[in-house]
């Protein structure tokens, strides 16, 4: 079962923004640098073990993140009224779920990616079916999650690779033959910091 109640006062709790730099510190990054607004959608729907999570594994054909595991969202785009709005639309898009089926209940603090993107993830309750419908040449697959799994603290490992002639460490969180890392991994990250502290 889905706890509203719980993960609205997950979103109550203060945190910090959080990055893909956040487990390197000595890294200094160009002040002046632009980042690009974007949206993704925390999609938690009732599943037949419980509440799960719906992401995707992104086309190897992309130029941005290619082969791996997002949550459906995209870049803000004119008419968007801004990241929850470009989260709604991308996942209408990139999976076919009907915006009238998400119940948002808010967002989390947003995210730098290494990428140049400025994340808000928005966090939303999926209510009825519908049938996944992969966006082609962007989207290779849509799977779920046990919501349990991804904000169990335990379950997340720091590892490490080499990124620009340096070594970078990141959080990652595999499920099965997903492997979970870099942003995504991030901010389920700060979700379940978020649901630890609320006992």
């Not at 079962?1 to 390197?24: Q, T």
């Not at 009224?81 to 998400?102: K, M, W, Y």
């Not at 290779?140 to 590892?159: G, M, S």
């Amino acid at each position: 079962m889905i706890d509203p109640g719980l993960l609205s006062r997950a979103l109550a709790r203060p945190m910090r923004e959080s990055s893909d730099f956040d487990l390197n510190p000595g890294l200094r990054l160009p002040t002046d640098r632009a980042l690009r607004p974007a949206g993704v959608l925390i999609a938690v729907r009732s599943g037949p073990s419980g509440a799960d999570l719906i992401l995707t594994k992104r086309s190897s054909r992309l130029k941005h993140h290619p082969g791996q595991i997002a949550f459906p969202g995209g870049k803000v785009e004119p008419g968007d009224g801004g990241p929850i709005g470009a989260a709604l639309r991308e996942s209408r898009e990139e999976v076919g779920l009907p915006q009238d089926r998400v119940t948002v209940l808010g967002t989390l603090p947003q995210h730098e990616t290494v990428t140049g993107f400025l994340v808000t993830p928005v966090l939303g309750i999926v209510s009825g079916e519908f049938t996944p419908l992969p966006e082609a040449g962007e989207v290779e697959e849509v799977f779920t999650v046990p919501l349990a799994h991804v904000t169990t603290l335990a379950n997340f490992r720091v590892e490490r690779r080499r990124w620009q002639d340096e070594w970078r460490r990141y959080y990652a969180v595999p499920y099965g033959p997903y492997y979970i890392w870099g942003a995504t991994a991030r901010i389920l990250r700060g979700l379940a910091d978020r649901l630890s502290s609320c006992g």
